[in-house]
């Protein structure tokens, strides 16, 4: 569709009075992708123009359609083609698709391959070949992966700063040092489940990559207290989200070292660590104080009050905490703060198979947490929606209690527990 002349005499059309620039800088005005969209749909110019600037682009297509995609589209920098867990076509992308990516998207910076299982090393080797530029590739739960294509990934990629490889059950300790070799910049690694990890791969990875800001390494059951303690005296200037769900060789060696070390820690994931006790937990509620966030500690089974206590008094901008099945947290841990005046940031509290916690306690909390938005008191026997009813419990407004079954994920932040 061409621009209407304007009225009267010397009238011109849109597209001779503008350049290139003077539209793109118009495109760079619009908001809402439908805007921008729309821009394309004026001529053929403006959809040329729309399609030069696009940086993001999610597909699902084959090599045929996405070579057309890399003509269409070539400054795009961030290119999605996962696939949904649940509705996931098998083979879905296959290696001949990430040839293509290879040779069609020069400049590429983030690749999302999340549960593309008919992906292979022949196919992650090609990436790491031909794609310098790439800082993020997240190929989660990609089952066939090894070290002989990450570690063409590690070689190839040197500005490479996220790597996810949740999943990847066939990761060793190789890639780490492949990694802490080459990627002196890498700041996140997601590695859960990657079973084959021990502490001397952690411990490799802390010496070259000083700059980390993320681990999550839960359900590395081979990695325990050596591993962490090392990672957190080189990484600790850096390091804010540590996850250790379901390490059982991490205990209190662990949680003491980050402690003295990590002071700007804001995430951290115990939950299963049957070893962790209160006299590293109040150490670590003492040094971030000023720091700590999130923290889930559910089935450390040595936590009791103090621990709690502790953490709701001392952390100020804790907002989320999980202490499910922690058998020994009583009312106790929420008592006088209402009385003191006291006043916490929290807005997600499980208290889940906390058998102890009686409605007395979940008053005192709904007291002092004017900002909680979710509590989770299944299982808890002596609280139950009756009770609350009976005893006159009044909870916030926007707060949404969960007394049986499970909160829906939309209502929990993706990153806040897990």
Same mark, same amino acid.
């Given at each position: 569709?061409?621009?209407?002349?304007?009225?009267?005499?010397?009238?011109?059309?849109?597209?001779? *009075?503008?350049?290139?620039?003077?539209?793109?800088?118009?495109?760079?005005?619009?908001?809402?992708?439908?805007?921008?969209?729309?821009?394309? &749909?004026?001529?053929?110019?403006?959809?040329?123009?729309?399609?030069?600037?696009?940086?993001? &682009?999610?597909?699902?297509?084959?090599?045929?359609?996405?070579?057309?995609?890399?003509?269409?589209?070539?400054? *795009?920098?961030? +290119?999605?083609?996962?696939?949904?867990?649940?509705?996931?076509?098998?083979?879905? %992308?296959?290696?001949?698709?990430?040839?293509? *990516?290879?040779?069609?998207?020069?400049?590429?910076?983030? &690749?999302?391959?999340?549960?593309?299982?008919?992906?292979?090393? =022949?196919?992650? =080797?090609?990436?790491?070949?031909?794609?310098?530029?790439?800082?993020?590739?997240?190929?989660?739960?990609?089952?066939?992966?090894?070290?002989?294509?990450?570690?063409?990934?590690?070689?190839?990629?040197?500005?490479?700063?996220?790597?996810?490889?949740?999943?990847?059950?066939?990761?060793?300790?190789?890639? +780490?040092?492949?990694?802490?070799?080459?990627?002196?910049?890498?700041?996140?690694?997601?590695?859960?489940?990657?079973?084959? /990890?021990?502490?001397?791969?952690?411990?490799?990875?802390?010496?070259?990559?000083?700059?980390?800001?993320?681990?999550?390494?839960?359900?590395?059951?081979?990695v325990g207290d050596p591993?962490?303690?090392?990672?957190?005296?080189?990484?600790?200037?850096?390091l804010v989200s540590i996850?250790?769900?379901?390490?059982?060789? %991490?205990?209190?060696?662990?949680?003491?070292?980050?402690?003295?070390?990590?002071?700007?820690?804001?995430?951290?994931?115990?939950?299963?660590?049957?070893?962790?006790?209160?006299? #590293?937990?109040?150490?670590?509620?003492?040094?971030?104080?000023?720091?700590?966030?999130?923290?889930?500690?559910?089935?450390?089974?040595?936590?009791?009050?103090? #621990?709690?206590?502790?953490?709701?008094?001392?952390?100020?901008?804790? =907002?989320?905490?999980?202490?499910?099945?922690?058998?020994?947290?009583?009312?106790?841990?929420?008592?006088?703060? @209402?009385?003191?005046?006291?006043?916490?940031?929290?807005?997600?509290?499980?208290?889940?198979?906390?058998?102890?916690?009686? =409605?007395?306690?979940?008053?005192?909390?709904?007291?002092s947490c004017r900002a909680?938005?979710?509590?989770? %008191?299944?299982?808890?026997?002596? %609280?139950?929606?009756?009770?609350?009813?009976?005893?006159? /419990?009044?909870?916030?407004?926007?707060?949404?209690?969960?007394?049986?079954? #499970?909160?829906? @994920?939309?209502?929990?932040?993706?990153?806040?527990?897990?």
């Amino acid at each position: 569709m061409s621009a209407t002349p304007s009225s009267g005499a010397g009238g011109a059309l849109i597209n001779d *009075v503008l350049t290139d620039d003077e539209l793109r800088g118009v495109l760079a005005r619009l908001g809402p992708e439908a805007e921008r969209d729309a821009f394309g &749909l004026v001529c053929r110019r403006w959809l040329r123009i729309q399609s030069s600037e696009r940086r993001l &682009l999610r597909a699902r297509a084959g090599p045929a359609m996405l070579r057309r995609m890399a003509a269409r589209f070539p400054g *795009v920098l961030d +290119l999605d083609l996962s696939q949904s867990p649940s509705r996931s076509f098998y083979p879905g %992308v296959i290696d001949d698709d990430l040839d293509v *990516v290879a040779g069609g998207f020069r400049n590429l910076r983030v &690749l999302a391959l999340q549960n593309c299982k008919g992906i292979t090393d =022949v196919g992650i =080797v090609k990436l790491g070949d031909r794609l310098p530029s790439l800082q993020s590739l997240d190929v989660s739960h990609c089952r066939k992966l090894s070290d002989r294509g990450l570690k063409a990934v590690a070689l190839g990629c040197q500005n490479l700063r996220q790597l996810l490889i949740t999943g990847c059950r066939l990761i060793t300790d190789n890639l +780490l040092t492949a990694l802490s070799k080459n990627c002196l910049h890498l700041e996140d690694l997601g590695a859960a489940g990657c079973s084959c /990890l021990t502490d001397a791969g952690i411990s490799v990875l802390a010496d070259g990559c000083h700059n980390m800001k993320a681990l999550d390494i839960s359900k590395c059951n081979k990695v325990g207290d050596p591993g962490v303690c090392k990672f957190a005296e080189v990484c600790s200037s850096s390091l804010v989200s540590i996850k250790l769900l379901d390490c059982n060789k %991490v205990g209190d060696k662990s949680i003491q070292a980050l402690a003295n070390f990590c002071h700007n820690l804001q995430t951290l994931v115990i939950g299963g660590c049957r070893d962790v006790s209160d006299e #590293s937990v109040e150490a670590l509620a003492l040094s971030c104080c000023n720091s700590l966030k999130s923290l889930r500690m559910d089935w450390c089974l040595k936590i009791t009050d103090s #621990s709690l206590r502790s953490l709701l008094w001392k952390c100020k901008l804790l =907002v989320a905490i999980d202490v499910g099945c922690c058998d020994q947290i009583t009312d106790a841990a929420f008592q006088d703060m @209402e009385a003191s005046g006291f006043q916490s940031e929290l807005r997600f509290l499980k208290i889940s198979s906390c058998v102890r916690v009686t =409605v007395a306690g979940v008053r005192n909390v709904i007291e002092s947490c004017r900002a909680l938005e979710h509590l989770d %008191v299944r299982s808890c026997p002596q %609280v139950t929606r009756q009770s609350c009813e009976q005893a006159g /419990l009044q909870f916030p407004g926007s707060c949404k209690v969960n007394f049986e079954g #499970s909160l829906s @994920e939309p209502d929990l932040p993706v990153d806040i527990f897990f």
